[in-house]
């Protein structure tokens, strides 16, 4: 049974709060007891408490399943991009590297990768999934879209993501300040932006600025 | 497969199911992107043709392997006996003794087995069930294979016990003054 359409994915990272209680929820599932399938990334540790979760954006033609060798990672019909199946997974660490949002992990005990299905189980019966449904702020909000333009007006959905060259479309959306010009998130210039968090790309490849030293 | 075009941002184009990278038509994909699609459904789907090519292939296979087997059997009866060829003296074997032959020149071992003072019989050496040498047993009046307890009657090669079921081909004989000559290979095509 497909996720039904009119229930979508929000994740607001302005929202979060750091609790850590999707990973909490998310631990506590049947299918993967003991592993979150959620990472919280930390953004700054240094100069902000900012926190980002992070689920799996179910993109419209998942990079993942295109770099997957064994055919083992498929995408249902409502969009959702399904873990590795067992039987196919080769645990090669294709789609762990390839993947533009970093969401696949691999198990190597298991020798399977296993990432977000979006609680396949509880949201192909209409039930909201695990994280968004303890998530206190709704920085993970499953809802529809209506619902969410009437409780956040002041923000909107954006499901087109700008690597370089490359636009990716999911089926999850980033609620994004409703001011923001573009449609689309231009993921590699937000790098080399200050304002966004800092400056990465300068801290890797150039000499360590002033006053960052340890 | 098509999907809801709500969740797409404004001025997005709608959500395809198994879209390419390249965001060209499937039709237009290398072979590979349609043999190995993302799509679940396509994935699991087999088409009719695919289903109808792969059930007459099997078949027609499986009928063609009967159709060998049933011309081999029969070019294998529609074999004439080679010209009769001496095989033994009679005196050479005591009663109940047996020796190997050739009958043609080439085939496989065949057995002579002398039953009485003026009797012989002969079969082939190789038992019908998996080619083992069976041993006569002639006060019995059986041939014994012992690979798998194989019994056969000795006058007429018929099984009679364990897991041979068709009979062991039979040499006719005929004794020619002193000397035992073989004639011709009945194959009972049970």
């Given at each position: 049974?497909?996720?039904?359409?009119?229930?979508?994915?929000f994740?607001?990272?302005?929202r979060?709060?750091?609790?850590q209680a999707?990973?909490?929820?998310?631990?506590?599932?049947d299918?993967?007891?003991?592993?979150?399938?959620?990472?919280?990334?930390?953004?700054?540790?240094?100069?902000?408490?900012?926190?980002?979760?992070?689920?799996?954006?179910?993109?419209?033609s998942p990079?993942?399943?295109?770099?997957?060798?064994?055919?083992?990672?498929?995408?249902t019909?409502?969009?959702?991009?399904?873990?590795?199946?067992?039987?196919r997974?080769?645990?090669?660490?294709?789609c762990?590297?390839?993947?533009?949002?970093?969401?696949?992990?691999?198990?190597?005990?298991?020798?399977?990768?296993?990432?977000?299905?979006?609680?396949?189980?509880?949201?192909s019966?209409?039930?909201?999934?695990?994280?968004?449904?303890?998530?206190?702020?709704?920085?993970?909000?499953?809802?529809?879209?209506?619902?969410?333009?009437?409780?956040?007006?002041?923000?909107?959905?954006?499901?087109?993501?700008?690597?370089?060259?490359?636009?990716?479309?999911?089926?999850?959306?980033?609620?994004?300040?409703?001011?923001?010009?573009?449609?689309?998130?231009?993921?590699?210039?937000a790098?080399?932006?200050?304002g966004?968090g800092?400056?990465?790309?300068e801290?890797?490849?150039?000499?360590?600025a002033?006053?960052?030293?340890? | 497969?098509?999907?809801?075009?709500a969740?797409?941002a404004?001025?997005?184009e709608?959500?395809?199911?198994?879209?390419?990278?390249d965001g060209r038509?499937?039709?237009?994909?290398?072979?590979?992107?349609?043999?190995?699609?993302i799509?679940?459904?396509?994935?699991?789907?087999v088409?009719?043709?695919?289903?109808?090519?792969f059930?007459?292939?099997?078949?027609?296979?499986?009928?063609?392997?009967?159709?060998?087997?049933?011309?081999?059997?029969?070019?294998?009866?529609?074999?004439t006996?080679a010209?009769?060829?001496?095989?033994?003296?009679?005196?050479?074997l005591?009663?109940?003794?047996?020796?190997?032959?050739?009958?043609?020149?080439?085939?496989?071992?065949?057995?002579?087995?002398?039953?009485g003072?003026?009797?012989?019989?002969?079969?082939?050496?190789?038992?019908?069930?998996?080619?083992?040498?069976?041993?006569?047993?002639?006060?019995?009046?059986?041939?014994?294979?012992?690979c798998?307890?194989g019994?056969?009657?000795?006058?007429?090669?018929?099984?009679?016990?364990?897991p041979?079921?068709?009979?062991?081909?039979?040499?006719?004989?005929?004794?020619?003054?002193?000397?035992?000559?073989?004639t011709?290979?009945?194959?009972?095509?049970?």
């Amino acid at each position: 049974m497909p996720v039904p359409d009119r229930f979508e994915f929000f994740v607001d990272p302005a929202r979060c709060i750091g609790c850590q209680a999707c990973i909490q929820a998310c631990t506590e599932c049947d299918t993967h007891r003991g592993q979150a399938m959620i990472q919280l990334d930390v953004l700054d540790r240094e100069g902000s408490t900012q926190t980002v979760p992070v689920v799996c954006m179910h993109c419209d033609s998942p990079t993942c399943a295109e770099v997957c060798p064994a055919d083992a990672i498929k995408r249902t019909e409502d969009g959702v991009v399904q873990t590795a199946r067992k039987p196919r997974c080769i645990a090669c660490n294709n789609c762990v590297l390839a993947c533009p949002f970093g969401i696949p992990k691999m198990h190597s005990g298991m020798g399977l990768m296993m990432k977000c299905d979006m609680c396949y189980d509880r949201t192909s019966v209409g039930l909201k999934p695990m994280c968004a449904s303890v998530c206190p702020s709704q920085a993970l909000a499953f809802g529809t879209r209506e619902e969410m333009a009437r409780l956040r007006p002041d923000a909107r959905p954006v499901n087109a993501f700008r690597f370089g060259q490359q636009t990716v479309r999911t089926k999850v959306n980033l609620m994004v300040p409703a001011s923001a010009p573009d449609a689309v998130v231009d993921v590699t210039a937000a790098m080399f932006e200050p304002g966004v968090g800092h400056d990465m790309l300068e801290d890797v490849f150039d000499e360590p600025a002033e006053g960052r030293e340890a | 497969m098509s999907s809801g075009t709500a969740r797409s941002a404004p001025g997005l184009e709608p959500d395809r199911a198994a879209a390419a990278p390249d965001g060209r038509a499937m039709a237009d994909q290398p072979k590979w992107r349609r043999d190995f699609p993302i799509d679940a459904g396509q994935d699991d789907y087999v088409s009719r043709r695919e289903l109808v090519k792969f059930l007459v292939l099997t078949s027609g296979a499986f009928a063609a392997g009967q159709l060998w087997l049933v011309l081999k059997s029969y070019f294998e009866l529609s074999f004439t006996g080679a010209p009769a060829a001496a095989v033994a003296a009679v005196d050479e074997l005591p009663v109940g003794g047996a020796k190997t032959f050739e009958y043609p020149a080439g085939s496989p071992p065949r057995l002579l087995i002398r039953t009485g003072p003026a009797s012989f019989v002969a079969y082939d050496q190789q038992c019908t069930h998996l080619l083992c040498p069976v041993v006569p047993v002639v006060d019995q009046g059986r041939l014994h294979c012992p690979c798998h307890n194989g019994w056969f009657d000795l006058a007429t090669g018929q099984p009679v016990a364990g897991p041979p079921r068709r009979p062991l081909p039979r040499v006719t004989l005929e004794v020619r003054g002193p000397t035992v000559y073989a004639t011709g290979v009945e194959v009972s095509p049970s």
